[in-house]
């Protein structure tokens, strides 16, 4: 398997704009989780699905922000307006639960820059 | 609830010198625990985990951890830095209520020569 597909890797923006980053999951995982690295806060988990279905949206920022996983390969998390202090790495991760708690396999990360 | 805590945001060894980087955990339910190792502009990569069978915990590229419930700790050591060692180090918890982590604020490693 290719592991955690995320794109763009990179993405400039001006302010205001809309931006959707994705994410295509490891194969055959059932957990999707969205994180987001900044230097001040670290690593924050925004959202996490199971079987497609959003389980914990707590971390979402604010009203700006969104997700949706349309079916077990695919995932959107989308800024709407983008502001500069949205500006981050954005991590997607999956996993899946078996009889013993695995890891999440991470992708390489959307480095988002709104201007 | 769960959280972890990093003593230390940076941490500089010797190349060959010993390396320890230190975690500590919160968890109301049995943890399960996690080393990432984060490479400039790369994803997280998992080093080892901790799953509830031995304590003593061995991972890639020579780390180990030792999951002390008694200190609530989940230490990172490695006998020997070497310079390819130089990276930021996450400790991550998760309990039964899927798979969702908990990361600490990070250390950073460098391994002057």
């Known amino acids: 398997d290719a592991g955690v597909i995320q794109s763009p890797r990179h993405e400039v923006t001006e302010m205001g704009q809309e931006v959707t980053l994705r994410c295509k999951p490891i194969?055959?995982?059932?957990?999707l989780f969205w994180y987001r690295q900044t230097m001040m806060r670290g690593l924050e988990l925004l959202i996490y699905f199971n079987n497609n279905v959003p389980i914990d949206d707590s971390g979402m920022p604010e009203d700006r922000f969104s997700a949706k996983m349309p079916n077990a390969s695919f995932s959107t998390l989308k800024i709407q307006p983008s502001e500069p202090r949205d500006s981050a790495v954005y991590f997607c991760a999956s996993s899946f639960r078996g009889k013993v708690n695995t890891e999440a396999f991470f992708g390489q990360g959307t480095r988002l820059t709104v201007v | 609830a769960q959280s972890v805590t990093q003593l230390g945001s940076h941490v500089s060894v010797s190349e060959g010198a010993l390396v320890l980087l230190r975690c500590n955990y919160s968890?109301?339910?049995?943890?399960?625990l996690f080393w990432y190792v984060q490479y400039p502009n790369q994803g997280l990569q998992l080093l080892l985990k901790?799953?509830?069978?031995?304590?003593l915990v061995k991972g890639i590229n020579g780390f180990e951890a030792e999951f002390k419930k008694s200190e609530t700790s989940f230490h990172l050591t490695k006998p020997s830095a070497h310079m390819s060692d130089a990276a930021e180090y996450f400790c991550?918890?998760?309990?039964?209520?899927?798979?969702?982590?908990?990361f600490g604020g990070g250390t950073r490693l460098m391994v002057k020569p």
């Open positions: 194969s055959g995982h059932d957990y």
């Open positions: 968890s109301s339910v049995p943890p399960y």
């Open positions: 901790y799953t509830s069978a031995a304590t």
């Open positions: 991550a918890v998760s309990g039964r209520a899927g798979n969702m982590l908990t």
